[in-house]
Structure formats: C-alpha cells, structure tokens
C-alpha cells in the first residue's frame, strides 16, 4: 500500500481509473503473496499437524480409532507370543501401530472441550473369576477371548 500512496503522490497529473487498477493490483500482490506464504508453511510443516478437534463426534471418532488399534496392538503381541508374527514383522508392524495410538492419543489431548467422564466400572467376583482362564489360571483382560498364556478359548458367561 505504500507503494501506491508513493505512486499517486508522484503521479500528480493521472486520471483516477489509472489510480484505482495500480491500487487494485498492489492488494492483488499482496494477496498472492499470502497464498504462497501459506502453501510454504504447509511444505515446511510449521503449522499444527493436524487441526484441534471441536465436536463430540469427532472425539468419538478418535477414541473408537484409538481403541481399535490398542486392540490391534494386543491381537499382535499375542500372535507374536503364539509364534505366528516373525519378530522383524512383529518390531515393524508393532512401531507403526505405537505411532499411530500415540498421534491419536496426542490428537486426543488437543481437543478443547472433554466429553463426559466415564467412570470405570470394578468388575464383580464372579467376572473377575471368569477373566481367568481354566486351563493355567492365568489372569486375561475382561475382553479377551482366548488365554494370553495358553491360547485356550475363555469361557464367558452372560458376557
């Protein structure tokens, strides 16, 4: 802008329609130089990498993301304990899914305004009992469905 003030002030005898396309194309260039300003941060990886999450279905969406691949995290320490995961697969195929539950879990914090606070709920004798698995007695998460130990099917039942 300060150019075209310096302009007009030294173009004394310009007719106004001159005046106003230098004026416009000094905003244009300022403009343009936005933009590119712009799609530079986006190479360079100043901004945020991903935007803050607003809504309560989009933290829903993260949390059902994160929990599927904790799950998924489990489902391979177990088939690499079974010895069905080579270890090469196991280290690779576990430190992409460790990147993704820590970039979600990250993603997670960001958002501004927490949904409502779940309480955890203490599991009874009886589903405490029916976490262990009958063949060695180890003790499995209440979600499991088969022994982490000996790869048996639990039992459930009610569940």
């Not at 949904?115 to 060695?136: F, L, M, S």
């Amino acid at each position: 802008m300060l150019g075209a003030t310096a302009a007009v002030v030294v173009a004394r005898q310009t007719h106004p329609v001159a005046l106003l396309a230098l004026s416009a194309a000094v905003v244009c260039a300022g403009l343009v130089g936005i933009a590119f300003h712009k799609a530079l941060l986006g190479f360079f990886g100043s901004g945020s990498r991903a935007p803050a999450v607003r809504t309560d279905r989009a933290r829903a969406i993260l949390e059902r993301e994160k929990a599927l691949v904790l799950r998924s995290i489990k489902e391979l320490e177990f088939d690499h304990n079974m010895g069905k995961v080579s270890e090469a697969d196991f280290q690779e195929i576990g430190g992409r899914l460790r990147a993704r539950a820590l970039a979600l879990m990250q993603d997670l914090e960001r958002v501004d305004r927490p949904g409502p606070v779940k309480t955890p709920v203490r599991p009874t004798a009886a589903e405490a009992a029916a976490d262990k698995c009958e063949k060695c007695g180890t003790r499995n998460d209440p979600d499991a469905k088969f022994c982490k130990q000996c790869g048996r099917k639990l039992e459930r039942s009610g569940r």
